[in-house]
């Protein structure tokens, strides 16, 4: 009888000393997950500014038999800033989807975007960095990221785009 009171004792001690155990654990993972979130507080403030920029339409049909079919898409916009916090101007990028409506055995079309113009509120009109979008017929072309750099205080307006001497403009919203 007493080795079975003592292995009840025992096995009543093991339980209780990982109960409290698990206990101290939960607490101790409650104060870890508070501290980062702290911390990560200020560095949220340093991050810059993000733009919202939709385009009406998004799409748009160029060329002289219409075989051009442009789709801008992932705009993004965010605030350039020097060292000492100021504004140095918005960085505007996209991405362009070609859509070649060639017939298979018609041409490909290549669009330098180095024809785009992009169209400020204060009446100027600049150009992009320079890509290059190509699409087989029947086939549909992903570019990558283009980007035009704004002066500081100026808003996009509308982004003219050029192909196959037909022309085409997208508006554009800023906010």
């Given at each position: 009888?007493?080795?079975?009171?003592?292995?009840?004792?025992?096995l009543?001690?093991?339980?209780?000393?990982?109960s409290?155990?698990?206990?101290k654990?939960?607490?101790?993972d409650q104060?870890?997950?508070?501290?980062?979130?702290?911390?990560?507080?200020p560095?949220?403030?340093?991050?810059?500014?993000?733009y919202?920029?939709?385009a009406?339409?998004?799409?748009?049909?160029l060329?002289?038999?219409?075989?051009?079919?442009?789709?801008?898409?992932?705009?993004?916009?965010?605030?350039?800033?020097?060292?000492?916090?100021?504004?140095?101007?918005?960085?505007l990028?996209?991405?362009?989807?070609l859509?070649?409506r060639?017939?298979?055995?018609?041409?490909?079309?290549?669009?330098?975007?180095t024809d785009?113009?992009?169209?400020?509120d204060n009446?100027?009109?600049?150009a992009?960095n320079?890509?290059?979008v190509?699409?087989?017929?029947?086939?549909?072309k992903?570019?990558?990221?283009?980007?035009?750099?704004?002066a500081a205080g100026s808003?996009?307006?509308?982004?003219?785009?050029?192909?196959?001497?037909?022309?085409?403009?997208?508006?554009?919203?800023?906010?």
């Amino acid at each position: 009888m007493k080795t079975n009171v003592f292995a009840v004792l025992m096995l009543l001690a093991t339980t209780l000393t990982y109960s409290c155990k698990e206990h101290k654990q939960e607490n101790s993972d409650q104060t870890s997950t508070v501290q980062p979130a702290t911390e990560a507080s200020p560095a949220s403030g340093t991050k810059p500014k993000d733009y919202v920029v939709t385009a009406f339409p998004d799409t748009i049909l160029l060329g002289k038999n219409k075989e051009a079919f442009i789709r801008i898409k992932d705009l993004k916009a965010i605030e350039l800033s020097n060292s000492d916090g100021t504004s140095a101007g918005i960085e505007l990028s996209y991405k362009i989807e070609l859509t070649n409506r060639n017939s298979i055995g018609g041409h490909g079309i290549g669009i330098p975007t180095t024809d785009f113009r992009l169209e400020l509120d204060n009446g100027n009109k600049i150009a992009p960095n320079s890509i290059f979008v190509n699409a087989e017929p029947e086939a549909t072309k992903l570019s990558d990221y283009d980007k035009f750099i704004l002066a500081a205080g100026s808003k996009p307006v509308a982004l003219n785009l050029f192909f196959d001497q037909t022309r085409g403009s997208i508006k554009l919203e800023l906010k």
